[in-house]
């Protein structure tokens, strides 16, 4: 007996959550319904207008930025390939829908991360409380992130948004604390000594000079939404990841195989662009230096 742990020391956390969502639905259900209703009018915007935009004018831009960002007319040539094959596959609209619920999560993303990521790198007891929120939320799994989503804004789109920027935000917050903490001191010092106010020191030398390790959390931040939202199309974010579902729900391997090809290319679109971002940056402060 002394062996088994004993049951009277074990801690009911299911039952307090259950309780603090139980008590959030019955005093806030029509303040999340009526935020919801309008988040959903934005991202509805927003999907029908990326699902307007010619193809041919979308995998031109995708082109264009290949080219001018990565540097080499191959790299552009290869993205617009890749777009065109998403296409190709009979998945454009699929993949316009995804690429709007990443947009909207990734800018609400950015919102929130930037400026906690701020406050983050000027206070020291605020990151030692933050950082294990932090830990946990990259760690837990991404299926738990859909529930108390759906049980706040009911199944679709809203949910799926809210639940990939919990998944999503904590790169973009740590890089922007690890950008602004890497700033040279003596820089500082030395905006400080020519009269610079807080306020002028942060948006004139450090967010520039932390710029490259932002960039490099917007990337991570983008990549994680991407994978995010195919696993929100559980609760009917609908987009590629539909398809995947589909396809196991039917255990019909081609059609997984397409949809998931479909989906590697969109993120080799995405990683390519945002990262070649970064590195212009980096190699500008490289080059300023």
Not at 133 to 143: A, E, K
């Amino acid at each position: 007996m002394i062996l088994q742990f004993p049951t009277r020391l074990q801690v009911p956390l299911d039952r307090w959550v259950d309780v603090a969502m139980d008590w959030l639905l019955e005093y806030c259900g029509d303040a999340f319904e009526i935020l919801g209703n309008w988040i959903l009018v934005g991202l509805m915007a927003l999907e029908k207008f990326f699902v307007w935009l010619p193809w041919p004018v979308l995998i031109i831009i995708v082109f264009l930025l290949g080219w001018r960002l990565v540097g080499r007319l191959r790299d552009g040539l290869l993205l617009a390939t890749l777009l065109f094959l998403v296409g190709c596959f009979g998945y454009w609209d699929l993949a316009m829908m995804t690429l709007a619920l990443i947009m909207a999560s990734v800018s609400v993303s950015l919102v929130i991360g930037i400026p906690t990521g701020i406050l983050m790198a000027a206070s020291d007891r605020f990151s030692k409380v933050l950082k294990p929120i932090l830990d946990g939320m990259q760690t837990m799994p991404s299926f738990v992130y859909l529930i108390p989503a759906m049980m706040l804004f009911g199944l679709g789109k809203v949910p799926a948004l809210f639940a990939t920027i919990i998944y999503a935000v904590p790169p973009v917050i740590r890089l922007t604390n690890v950008g602004i903490r890497e700033v040279d001191p003596s820089i500082v010092e030395a905006a400080h000594a020519f009269g610079a106010d807080p306020w002028k020191v942060l948006t004139s030398v450090e967010l520039p000079l932390a710029r490259p390790s932002i960039m490099v959390g917007i990337n991570q931040t983008t990549m994680m939404a991407l994978s995010m939202v195919v696993i929100a199309s559980m609760i009917g974010a609908r987009g590629l990841g539909l398809e995947v579902l589909l396809a196991i729900n039917r255990i019909e391997i081609g059609r997984g195989v397409k949809a998931g090809m479909a989906i590697v290319f969109l993120a080799i679109i995405v990683d390519r662009i945002t990262a070649a971002m970064a590195a212009e940056r980096r190699m500008r402060k490289g080059g300023g230096s």
